[in-house]
T-cell receptor
Framework: QKEVEQNSGPLSVPEGAIASLNCTYS??????FFWYRQYSGKSPELIMS????GDKEDGRFTAQLNKASQYVSLLIRDSQPSDSATYLC???????????FGAGTRLFVKA | GAGVSQTPSNKVTEKGKYVELRCDPI?????LYWYRQSLGQGPEFLIY????????DSGLPNDRFFAVRPEGSVSTLKIQRTERGDSAVYLC?????????????FGPGTRLLVL
């Protein structure tokens, strides 16, 4: 079992729709969870972080965390073509030094 | 201010050669991370520095890989006897103090190709 698992996609949604990205992790002691966006040929950029169970909203983005199920998700509302990128789920391990990334989900938003 | 910078942006070398990759973190950031990203994969953790010391080097794949940060700012990742499997993008990131809730800022990466 991989430490952080994501559906590789691609996930294709029409412009204006909600994109839903999911991630599961194996380290039960993890306390910090992150979503990064990575455009092709570029480096990752942090878009959301979440530390407590429940939802966290920032503009069009909502991160959801369920530690009991070891599950993190990212919702993107009113998806735009500029949201087309790979979304990486990342989890900070129990020790607090090592960030483990999933393989990423490719998202395509069709105009 | 300036972000994380990495040099060179691209490096082509032959199998068996030695390479050095440099990372210049954001000024004042004490935490520095190295990752390796292969095509179609997420970044893979290599090593974490807090100041001059390596706090976690558990991601270094073998003893051909070594990293230093002698003055607590610039870091160099060194790869000996390169192999074709070392070809990847090497990413460096820094954060202010390495806290659990801090943002890691990534550099543009060094694309290494081993022929």
């Amino acid at each position: 079992q991989k430490e952080v698992e994501q559906n590789s996609g691609p996930l294709s949604v029409p412009e204006g729709a909600i994109a839903s990205l999911n991630c599961t992790y194996s380290d039960r002691g993890s306390q910090s969870f992150f979503w990064y966006r990575q455009y092709s040929g570029k480096s990752p950029e942090l878009i959301m972080s979440i530390y407590s169970n429940g939802d966290k909203e920032d503009g069009r983005f909502t991160a959801q965390l369920n530690k009991a199920s070891q599950y993190v998700s990212l919702l993107i509302r009113d998806s735009q073509p500029s949201d087309s990128a790979t979304y990486l789920c990342a989890v900070l391990n129990t020790g607090g030094f090592k960030t483990i990334f999933g393989a990423g989900t490719r998202l395509f938003v069709k105009a | 201010g300036a972000g994380v910078s990495q040099t060179p942006s691209n490096k082509v070398t032959e199998k068996g050669k030695y390479v050095e990759l440099r990372c210049d973190p954001i000024s004042g950031h004490t935490a520095l991370y190295w990752y390796r990203q292969s095509l179609g994969q997420g970044p893979e953790f290599l090593i974490y520095f807090q100041g001059t010391g390596a706090a976690d080097d558990s991601g270094l794949p073998n003893d051909r890989f070594f990293a230093v940060r002698p003055e607590g700012s610039v870091s160099t990742l060194k790869i000996q006897r390169t192999e074709r499997g070392d070809s990847a993008v090497y990413l460096c990131a820094s954060s202010q103090r390495g806290g659990r809730r801090e943002t890691q800022y990534f550099g543009p990466g060094t694309r290494l190709l081993v022929l």
